[in-house]
């Protein structure tokens, strides 16, 4: 019988006309059997820190108060062997030339969604992929991710890639860990040196990972998979 993985994907900075250059598309997987140990051991961590269970961790939300709690749960990532983390990251996506390839910044941006995940699937294991649900055009997304994903990986019958769900975050540790670890990648290609708290985060993500989150990894790398994706020049 084969593996099952779920897969929860989130994005930081998606849109093509934003107030950042910076784009960072991430995704956290593990075995299907392991995803409520974990999601109950990152819960308990949240009771640690007098946090509700649903308290929802966002990159957009660390506060210097809640330091010690947001490095406990970057801990329990690096230290649980069953976690895995991969990011796509476009250092400038305003040097895009979406018209020079005759794509429109939609068809690009599934075809990045592939990029992000061809490493980590395997034709021998199911997958089942979650997204973050955004907005009410988040059906269509599921629809045209899952069409992209499985003709690109030739799964026409989608033995591989059974499933692309939109989820709502705040009822997903697992998302949530995506999101935090997205953020940390995105705050750090962007230079940012607004928050003590966040820079001190992504120290620890540098520590504990053992990268300097500026360069794209081995690929072969299961913790912290990074690719600095670069545009190619048409000929």
Request: with cysteine; glycine share 4%; net charge neutral.
């Amino acid at each position: 019988m084969s593996q099952t993985f779920h897969v929860y994907c989130d994005e930081s900075c998606h849109l093509e006309k934003d107030r950042s250059a910076a784009m960072v598309l991430g995704a956290v997987w593990c075995l299907r059997d392991k995803r409520q140990q974990i999601a109950s051991r990152l819960r308990e961590i949240k009771k640690k820190h007098g946090l509700p269970p649903h308290f929802e961790v966002k990159w957009g939300k660390v506060s210097p108060a809640q330091l010690p709690f947001y490095r406990d749960w970057l801990d329990y990532f690096f230290d649980d062997d069953d976690l895995h983390f991969r990011a796509v990251v476009i250092a400038d996506k305003q040097k895009l030339r979406h018209e020079d390839f005759g794509q429109t910044h939609d068809a690009w941006y599934y075809k990045m969604y592939f990029t992000l995940l061809e490493v980590l699937l395997e034709p021998t294991a199911c997958y089942r992929i979650f997204i973050d649900r955004k907005d009410t055009h988040s059906s269509a997304k599921v629809r045209e991710l899952h069409e992209v994903l499985c003709s690109n990986a030739y799964d026409f019958d989608r033995k591989i890639i059974e499933q692309v769900d939109a989820i709502v975050s705040h009822e997903v540790e697992l998302m949530q860990m995506c999101d935090l670890l997205a953020g940390g990648i995105a705050y750090a290609t962007r230079g940012l040196k607004t928050s003590p708290t966040k820079l001190a985060l992504v120290q620890r993500m540098r520590d504990r990972s053992g990268y300097d989150l500026q360069r794209t990894t081995l690929l072969r790398e299961k913790k912290m998979n990074l690719l600095f994706w670069t545009a190619q020049i048409p000929s």
